[in-house]
């Protein structure tokens, strides 16, 4: 027991050390971890951005367009941060990018606690429909749980103001607050009204899900986006080590940060060119794997589907490419480009693409997906009847390959 401990402390310290690696090499490729509080103009803010996407942006020539044009057409033209926002969209608009995208203040602040897998809250995920707010669902073991907040809850107050009508990020900010203060609900279920008083805590959200199905391990990666993807992986890996095969779930998986994927495909290559970035003007780096003391030799499969993108297509290219997995599933979603996240000033931020990649192979994927090793469709009919067939066919192959 004692080794297994030492064991998983050192790869927590070389996950540490490779991150870090990682971060040297790819400087232009993270997100800055940081929210930008300067403040300045929204004609600033506007002209600011243009001189970042023309410097920085993937395709030198813009999509074929001349920037400056954007730069004279709004010329003394943005009064607000709103104006900013849709001058700035609409000019992201013209390069035919569907991963560029500027975010308010509202929505980066939301993509920061995804990479921080964290909020402070009462721990519920909700959804608004016909001028009404509910209960999607309550995560394990937080203040809401407690509560016995159950899904289809409909909230109608927050601390005694009416919510309705009122957008999903609106009543979220107004059941959000400090750690350690307490939020008055007034919920609706089954026509009777309920009052609940939630002492607010900071909400851990897991990316990696894992469990054991006799002889295998089964983990689930739900999004590369959070910094403790990496260590949950690590963690899963420890709690199935006893297992004699391995089946990874990536379906849905849209992905997230870049060090994660490549981290986690380390685990399992350690020798080779996981994946290559090919940045402005044809630029080639290469990340390749680190030698460890520790490698996943046991056979794996990696479950696939249209939802598995981005990350998750550089783990599962890599994987197969190196005949180290078969992919099971469907054909990948096919997004091959990098985007950087760059904190703007007024706490807004921009997600900019500035590089695509290529398989280990030089398998470019983007728009064209990785098809998998054995196919398997999920019907509608699965989904209605609860039916995996792609996790069932999974574990009859990994049955016959611990067998073999």
Known sequence: MKKQFLIFISLVFVLYLFNKFLMGVLPKMQSDSLINTKQISSQQLFDNTWKIIKKNY???????????????????????????????????????????????????SQQNESINSKITGIGVNIASDGGQTFVVNVIEDTPAAKAKLMPGDIITKV????????????????????????????????????????????????????????????????SFIGQETSTEFVMALDKTKKTKGLILDLRGNSGG?????????????????IVSIIGRNGLKKNIYAQKTNFLVQKPLLVLVDNGSASASEILSGALQDYHRAKLVGTKTFGKGMVQRIIPMPNQTGLNLTIAKYLTPAGHDINKKGIEPDIKVELTENDIKHNRDVQLNKAKLIMAQMINE
């Open 159 to 222: 601390d005694g103001k009416s919510i309705t009508g009122m957008k999903t990020s609106q009543v979220a900010d107004l059941v959000r607050g400090p750690e350690d203060t307490l939020v008055e609900l007034i919920i609706l279920r089954k026509k009777k009204e309920l009052k609940k008083t939630i002492r607010r805590k900071e909400i851990k959200i897991k990316t990696v899900k894992s469990s054991i199905i006799g002889d295998i391990g089964y983990i689930q990666i739900l």
């Open 257 to 273: 940060l870049l060090p994660n994927a490549v981290f986690i495909t380390n685990m399992f290559v350690n020798k080779g060119n």
């Open 58 to 108: 993937y395709e030198p020539d813009m999509n074929g367009q001349n920037w400056s044009r954007w730069k004279k057409h709004y010329k003394g033209k943005i009064k607000t941060d709103e104006d900013a926002n849709v001058a700035i969209n609409t000019m992201i608009e013209s390069l035919d990018d569907p991963y560029s995208k500027f975010l308010d203040k509202e929505n980066y």
